[in-house]
């Protein structure tokens, strides 16, 4: 007969320790192993980024626009989108938005943005109803601007953004309008037809602000 010992107790105590200990390292292994091939090659989501773009860039032909006080505006555009100096506002409803930067998707134009100035008004409107004296500046009076569907997004004492359908003539677009009674200046983003949806066109309207350069 086999006499069972503390001893023994202990040794087979340690010995189911053992095999714990390496069923639990061989585990932890095989995630490793399961983890690196799930996130194998995926890139880190992108930060955030801002755009920062200074009115006026230039000279223009109107002389209350090159007067204008100098302002940063930024801007957080959705991913795969940039800024550009460079493009071609005939393919857009012609409006006067002046010193346009351009918004690119890979290698197409695919909107623009710039900025008039406005006068206050001399009778203090309601607030919700301040864009109505201010919009009116983009009509370049050749061709009926329309603003159709406007919906505010952010609304302040001193600042505004909404968006909206923009129509001339026969061209229409989809727009994000700004303005700030600071600075006096007003901000148009014109962007072709589809290529934002009404979420993608809230986060650039709660993205925007305005600093005095």
Same mark, same amino acid.
């Given at each position: 007969?086999?006499?069972?010992?503390?001893?023994?107790?202990?040794? &087979?105590?340690?010995?189911?320790?053992? !095999?714990i200990?390496?069923?639990?390292?061989?585990?932890? +292994? +095989?995630?490793?192993?399961?983890?690196?091939?799930?996130? !194998?090659?995926?890139?880190?989501?992108?930060?955030?980024?801002?755009?920062?773009?200074?009115?006026?860039?230039?000279?223009?032909? *109107?002389? @209350?626009?090159?007067?204008?006080?100098p /302002?940063?505006?930024?801007? &957080?555009?959705?991913?795969?989108?940039?800024?550009?100096?460079?493009?071609?506002?005939? !393919?857009?409803?012609? *409006?006067?938005?002046?010193?346009?930067? /351009?918004?690119?998707?890979?290698?197409?134009?695919?909107?623009?943005?710039?900025?008039? *100035?406005?006068?206050?008004?001399?009778?203090?409107?309601?607030?919700?109803s301040?864009?109505?004296? *201010?919009?009116?500046?983009?009509?370049?009076?050749?061709?009926?601007?329309?603003?159709?569907?406007?919906?505010?997004?952010?609304?302040?004492? !001193? /600042?505004? @953004?909404?968006?909206c359908?923009?129509?001339?003539?026969? &061209?229409?677009?989809?727009?994000?309008?700004c303005?700030?009674?600071?600075?006096?200046?007003?901000?148009?983003?014109?962007?072709?037809?589809?290529?934002?949806?009404?979420?993608?066109?809230?986060?650039?309207?709660?993205?925007l602000?305005?600093?005095?350069?």
């Amino acid at each position: 007969m086999y006499n069972y010992t503390r001893q023994d107790y202990f040794d &087979k105590k340690q010995d189911f320790s053992d !095999k714990i200990s390496v069923a639990i390292m061989v585990g932890l +292994v +095989v995630l490793s192993l399961i983890a690196n091939t799930i996130f !194998k090659d995926k890139d880190p989501a992108p930060a955030d980024v801002v755009t920062d773009i200074r009115f006026p860039a230039y000279e223009t032909e *109107v002389e @209350a626009v090159n007067k204008a006080m100098p /302002f940063h505006l930024n801007i &957080k555009l959705p991913d795969q989108w940039e800024v550009k100096p460079d493009g071609d506002t005939e !393919k857009f409803p012609q *409006v006067n938005l002046y010193n346009p930067y /351009f918004i690119y998707s890979g290698e197409n134009c695919i909107g623009y943005i710039g900025f008039n *100035v406005f006068t206050p008004p001399e009778e203090e409107p309601v607030i919700t109803s301040y864009h109505q004296h *201010v919009w009116p500046v983009i009509d370049s009076g050749i061709m009926p601007t329309s603003i159709n569907q406007y919906m505010i997004v952010r609304l302040t004492d !001193k /600042f505004e @953004a909404g968006y909206c359908e923009l129509n001339v003539a026969e &061209k229409a677009a989809d727009a994000v309008l700004c303005y700030n009674r600071d600075v006096h200046n007003m901000v148009g983003i014109v962007l072709e037809k589809g290529v934002a949806d009404e979420a993608a066109l809230q986060q650039i309207c709660l993205s925007l602000s305005f600093s005095v350069a």
